[in-house]
């Protein structure tokens, strides 16, 4: 009986403008980066708790004085709690908080040695550290591409920009890992970050000046006002 050859995975219409898209946000931002002020993995791990439903330029604030403070996961673990959540206060959430980085060192030190890990199975297994905490650890301190981050932006974005339909931060994350490539993982969440803050804001994205405004597929599109001189715009 002859075999049966398996059809050719259909093609996917949508990859060239994803590529084109890609590559002009790559071009708008090539220096993008954490905005999380840190030293070391324990930092910004840290500082990664602290971001939970807080500005980074707020965690920043505090965090220069707390890494002067808490230099190591015994510090935090031995540190009083009430303490802790007073230098966190301004955060929000910062008694959940304080006893995520507290109970997250005391894991460091009893079972790591009082290192932060370089794995997603081992990070996640840390009080409070969820996979996107883990992907930004593994992503900016050791370089690792396990998935991609999924905040507040790149969820708003990849949905606006149609590189999902996905109403959940684990399906997002999904679809972005199977469309983009690895290699794209770390620096693209990065990218849509800062192009959230900046260009497409949540509020009112400015669409007049957006670099990647003509591969860009939202139905609510705000070209109320012409593009300044000089905007960078996607072939």
């Not at 006893?99 to 030190?109: D, F, G, H, P, Y």
């Not at 199975?121 to 991609?148: D, P, S």
């Not at 990065?190 to 003509?214: D, F, M, S």
Request: charged residues 30%; proline residues 8%; aromatic residues 6%.
């Amino acid at each position: 009986m002859p075999r049966r050859l398996r059809p050719p995975p259909a093609a996917d219409p949508d990859a060239p403008r994803r590529g084109r898209l890609y590559r002009a946000l790559e071009r708008a931002y090539p220096d993008a980066q954490c905005a999380l002020r840190h030293r070391n993995p324990l930092e910004l791990l840290v500082a990664t708790i602290l971001s939970a439903q807080c500005t980074d330029e707020r965690v920043n604030l505090v965090t220069r004085r707390l890494f002067e403070t808490y230099r190591s996961p015994e510090d935090y673990a031995r540190a009083s709690v009430e303490a802790l959540e007073q230098e966190i206060r301004s955060t929000g959430f910062f008694r959940s908080k304080a006893r995520s980085i507290q109970a997250a060192c005391r894991t460091l030190v009893e079972r790591f040695g009082g290192r932060v890990p370089a794995t997603m199975a081992e990070l996640v297994e840390l009080h409070g550290v969820a996979r996107k905490t883990a992907n930004v650890v593994l992503g900016v301190a050791f370089g690792r591409a396990e998935g991609v981050v999924v905040d507040t932006h790149v969820f708003r974005l990849a949905r606006r920009l149609g590189l999902t339909r996905s109403d959940t931060p684990e399906k997002v994350e999904q679809d972005l890992m199977r469309t983009v490539p690895r290699s794209r993982w770390i620096s693209l969440s990065h990218q849509l970050i800062h192009h959230g803050r900046r260009v497409c804001k949540a509020r009112r994205p400015l669409c007049a000046v957006c670099p990647v405004e003509t591969l860009c597929c939202a139905p609510d599109k705000a070209l109320a006002f012409a593009p300044s001189p000089g905007a960078r715009r996607a072939p």
